[in-house]
């Protein structure tokens, strides 16, 4: 079961796809988590998320970390098809509570209530794509399932894939 887990493909386009969006949610994270790039830290976020959201304090936590944790998990390629997963799922759900009643689009020119689902859609699909072919070239998922199907002997990564 782990080598389906870290099973990847030396792909340079999902490495692209994997590392853009582990920069994008780990900025996301940090800003809930950390309180970085003008965000509220993991306590204003807790109290918003429970207190304005009205969202069960597991679950926001859960939030917090998927972005914060999943980012970084991403950017390394470690774990990268859970990482994705937690993303997609967070995702997914601002689109299904915030941002779907809104429409696609982002509200460039404010005139609208709040902002579309197109970004959280975006996240999605590329997620969904980590999720299925994982981490690509250039990542530790890749290094654990050649480390897991050849018992740590070196080995190339067409035979990891074809494993």
């Given at each position: 079961m782990?080598?389906?887990?870290f099973?990847t493909?030396?792909?340079y386009?999902?490495?692209i796809?994997?590392?853009?969006?582990g920069?994008?949610?780990?900025?996301?994270?940090?800003?809930?988590m950390?309180?970085?790039?003008?965000?509220?830290?993991?306590?204003g976020?807790?109290?918003?998320?429970?207190?304005?959201?009205h969202?069960?304090?597991?679950?926001?936590?859960?939030?917090?970390a998927?972005?914060f944790f999943?980012?970084?998990g991403?950017?390394?390629?470690?774990?990268?098809?859970?990482?994705?997963f937690?993303?997609?799922?967070?995702?997914?759900v601002?689109?299904l509570?915030?941002?779907?009643?809104?429409?696609?689009?982002?509200?460039?020119?404010?005139?609208?209530?709040?902002?579309?689902f197109?970004?959280?859609?975006?996240?999605?699909?590329?997620?969904a794509?980590?999720?299925?072919?994982?981490?690509?070239?250039?990542s530790?998922d890749?290094?654990?399932?050649?480390?897991?199907?050849?018992?740590?002997?070196p080995?190339?990564?067409?035979?990891?894939?074809?494993?």
């Open positions: 782990l080598e389906k887990l099973k493909t030396p792909n386009a999902l490495t796809l994997r590392v853009v969006l920069i994008v949610f780990f900025a996301h994270g940090a800003q809930k950390l309180g970085w790039f003008g965000g509220y830290g993991f306590s976020t807790m109290g918003f998320f429970t207190q304005q959201m969202i069960p304090a597991p679950l926001a936590f859960l939030a917090i998927a972005e999943g980012g970084l991403l950017i390394l390629g470690l774990l990268s098809r859970v990482a994705a937690g993303i997609a799922v967070n995702m997914l601002a689109i509570t915030v941002h779907g009643q809104f429409g696609l689009f982002m509200n460039w020119g404010g005139t609208q209530k709040g902002e579309g197109e970004y959280h859609l975006l996240a999605v699909a590329i997620a794509a980590i999720i299925a072919e994982g981490a690509g070239a250039l530790f890749a290094t654990l399932a050649r480390l897991l199907h050849h018992g740590g002997e080995g190339t990564m067409e035979q990891v894939r074809t494993a």
